[in-house]
């Protein structure tokens, strides 16, 4: 049975435990067809529904993988059928798993989740592929999720399995041979491939070995309409390492008046050789055709959701999801609540809207983005700020708005949220102000812990916009100016009057300003040297500026400070007493 799927299972298999893989090679052509021979349905918008369930070693370390396959029926011509193609296959990925294992210390490897949406075929109408665009590797010998329930049919030249009766009139089973070749490669990682699998399936390593593949198809006479298909198939490859061989079988029926497989289910047994034991791993591949019921029931479902998504929230339940998003509840409770709501369609609910964004503002930083989206959808008027506050409570990914950019006078404090120029993208993202460094350096890391520390210059960083709560009081200390002494007032001595104001302004904080008139910073005059103003910040840190980057009006007040500082000695010193 299906000649195209068993070369891609044989290629599959060789991944399962051995670290093995196999690359499908093109089947073998058929034979052209005689007039009105039995095939694939030409109508076109017929549609068909395969349940799918795949089943990878026996008992306790069973690895057990549900999903879905449709078809529908695009164009048609006498040479080639193109169908339309969605499917999925529940296995087991990255971050979760919706793998069912009943023991989780089993040593066989698990499939990938896999789904193609919009896949298209073009196949021949005795079921030869010539086309796949857009089609998802379950893992390399399983094949495409596209072409499961795709198998062939008897060609014209089949031979009758009893010669003398076919001869005699009567309708007999018929036989066909086919045989084809794939190539394995030694690969390192062993099961559930990514449509990239080449790049990874030890191709480069130039360890290759040739495996032939052999089926024999029996296709049986038709009972109201259904035929039935079996077939034997073995596959070889001595030359790989290590060794293996698979073997198996199968069964289908096709159903003559719709032209499409009702039912089809493949059992195989690999064999592989290692440090001289022999392994049997067991496979079995079954895809069931929805009945009319089924798809009766699924239609009447999905009409119902739609008028559950669309109907006005009454006040039981806005009640009710309130209270699930209040601080005192669960976060599981929330959630279930968030996502009741997100499944409803988009409306305006001011009510529910503050409950989720209050809920956001509680829950962890995994969460609040989902909550931030879920208030948009419920209050326009919310839906930019609820935008921002997303985007900067993730910390992966660009932030669609950033404010005014930080500069070297502003005060930053650690725990405070900012945007960060993506050096090697474009674009901004969120971070965290970890530790504050001299020379305008501060140590960041994306929102949320995530990724590596980095220390950056405050050139790089933007304020978030004015919507984005910060989570710490990022408004600068009071200032703590130096009071100026007051001038002692002396009748008819004008100089020390002089004086006295000349050293209050000078320890007095003032603006300078660099000659752009950029940059700016408060600060009192300490002292001139070797051509550099020193200045006392108001938080008491020690800054030196060359006077030629000062601005022409605050170098002379400088020059002239250092001058009124460095007034003569007192000439009447005390040498006895």
Partial sequence: MMHRFCVSLATLIGTLLCGVSLLVSSQTALPVFAADPVGFSDQVGESVTYKINIQIGIGKDAGKYPGTLTYHVKSATPELIQLNVTGNLEGTHSRSSSFFRSSNESSLPTLESVSCRGALLGITPLGE????????????????????????????????????????????????????TTTIARISSPFGMIPSFSSRSGI????????????????????????????????????????????????????????????????????????????????????????????DAKIAAAKEAALKRTRPFTDAERKQWVQALAPGSSSVTAHRAMSELNFRNQREDPVLAQALLKRAEISRDSMKSHYYSAAARYDESLKQMAEDRRDYSRGVGTV???????????????????????????GFEAVEVKEIHERNEVSVQSVGGHGRVERVNVSMLRYPPDTVEQPVDTRPAPRTRRVAPKPKVVVNEPEEMEEANSESEMDAIRTWTDKTGKFKIEASFLAVTDGKLRLKSADNKTIEVPLAALSEKDADLAERFQKESEAAANPFQVVAE
């Fill in 129 to 180: 592929v010539e086309v796949a665009q857009r089609d998802e590797m379950m893992g390399l010998l399983l094949g495409t999720i596209g072409q499961l329930a795709i198998a062939p049919l008897p060609p014209p030249n089949a031979a009758p399995v009893n010669a003398r009766a076919a001869d005699k009139g009567a309708d007999v089973a018929v036989s066909w041979n086919a045989s084809d």
């Fill in 400 to 426: 669609k708005r950033t404010g005014n950019p930080v500069t070297t006078a502003s005060r930053l404090v650690v725990g405070q949220i900012l945007a960060k120029s993506r050096e090697r993208f474009s």
């Fill in 204 to 295: 480069n390593s130039k360890k290759l070995s040739i495996a032939t593949e052999k089926w024999k198809y029996v296709a049986h006479p038709a009972v109201r309409n259904r035929m039935k298909i079996d077939h034997q198939y073995e596959l070889s490859a001595p030359e790989s390492d290590p060794p293996m061989k698979m073997q198996g079988e199968g069964i289908a029926f096709f159903n003559m008046d719709d032209g499409f497989y009702e039912q089809l289910q493949i059992n195989r047994v690999l064999f592989q050789i290692e440090d001289g034991v022999e392994i049997k791993v067991p496979i079995s591949i079954s895809l069931v055709r929805e009945t009319q019921q089924e798809r």
